[in-house]
């Protein structure tokens, strides 16, 4: 009985990790790389710590993270991978999908959010749809990340924009 019982739930686990969908996180196979916002908008350089962030729901209001996050490669421009998701919905049932990248090179950190997407992930096999591409609204494209400016250099932009205003009304 309990060896009935037993392969009873691994047939149950492994139909349903066969019924999630798929999707390839990776942007090695297209020519729109990433950029940093350096001034001579540079390529993502394969130095420094880069983070890309991929979250998904079922609605553009309701987007969870996945976990874990992506690293750079070694290539300029592009995110590690070939890199195969499975996603805790079925293949075939469009989502909503958004990319977060953040990372720091010479002390100077960088960021991009991405606009929501909708993408149709795959059944089978792998690596299941890519996410990259030139499909404007199904596919991420190439992107730059800007500059975040440290929370000291707002504070002081602040301080020096207040002290104008004060100096402007004492005058008057």
Known sequence: MKIKSIIAILAVSAASVFGQGLVNFQNSTISSPIRINDGSNSLLPTTGTWDFFFKYGTSAGNLNFTSPSFANSTTAGRIAGNTTLSLSTSGGTPIFAQLYATGTVNSVTYGYL????TVTPSTAPSPGTPMFGAAVGTQFQGFTMQPIPEPSTIA?????????????????
């Open 114 to 117: 991405s606009s929501v997407i």
């Open 156 to 172: 002081l932009g602040s301080i020096g924009l207040a002290s104008l205003l004060f100096l402007r009304r004492r005058n008057s």
